[in-house]
């Protein structure tokens, strides 16, 4: 079965950090762009990072660069989303979501994580 | 980047047919054939409605279909349904990001 699960969401203060998981299954993980996508409550969808499928290069949305980075362990075929420097409008589900075809970077998002709340709270 | 722009709420009877606009810019829609539409239920996960402007993945039924002029793109629901109630998602590749519209809660009257 094809999917994404995410983990490691919680709550945290702000200026800490925090590391999601995102494990894949029932598909070559080394073949597939993953992109990191978050939901603040109550609001829309908003695109977060992306590494390409053969880890050449990183993306992020302007307001997490230095902050945020994308290691991903091939060997258990996970991604993950190190998050440091947390501020309060970093508050959202995070969902891990893959690109539609292999070998295609900025593709549509066919296979999506159930999403993991990451409250950021003194 | 800007957020697409979406109507904030759209409703419709059931068996009738909707139409959301998203409208971009010369730098994401207008430029790139990656325009894509997702449907998110309550406490769900988005789920794949179109891409590429007007492609079905496998399994999305043929009731939803997509076009796109310059820079909007529109997402067409025919034969409204009741379970189509949600809200909908666009969005578009921007140059080495991913840019999405604020959405647009769909009400099936």
């Known amino acids: 079965q094809v999917q994404l699960v995410e983990s490691g969401g919680g709550v945290v203060q702000p200026g800490r950090s925090l590391r999601l998981s995102c494990a894949a299954s029932g598909f070559t993980f080394s073949s597939y762009t993953i992109h990191w996508v978050r939901q603040a409550p109550g609001k829309g969808l908003e695109w977060v990072a992306v590494i390409l499928y053969d880890g050449s290069d990183e993306y992020y949305t302007e307001s997490v660069k230095g902050r945020f980075t994308i290691p991903r362990d091939r060997s258990r075929n996970t991604l993950y989303l190190q998050m440091n420097s947390l501020r309060v409008e970093d508050t959202a589900v995070y969902y891990c979501?893959?690109?539609?075809?292999?070998?295609?970077?900025?593709?549509?998002?066919?296979?999506w994580g159930q999403g993991t709340m990451v409250t950021v709270s003194s | 980047q800007s957020a697409l722009t979406q109507p904030a709420s759209v409703s419709g009877s059931p068996g009738q047919s909707i139409t959301i606009s998203c409208t971009g810019t010369s730098s994401d829609v207008g430029s790139y054939n990656l325009l894509s539409w997702y449907q998110q239920h309550p406490g769900k996960a988005p789920k794949l409605m179109i891409y590429?402007?007007?492609k079905r993945p496998s399994g999305v039924s043929n009731r939803f279909s997509g076009s796109k002029s310059g820079n909007t793109a529109s997402l067409t629901i025919s034969g409204l349904q009741a379970e189509d109630e949600a809200d909908y998602y666009c969005s578009s590749y921007a140059g080495s990001s991913v840019v999405f519209g604020g959405g647009t809660k769909l009400t099936v009257l």
């Open positions: 590429e402007g007007s």
């Open positions: 979501a893959r690109a539609l075809r292999v070998w295609r970077d900025w593709d549509a998002f066919d296979i």
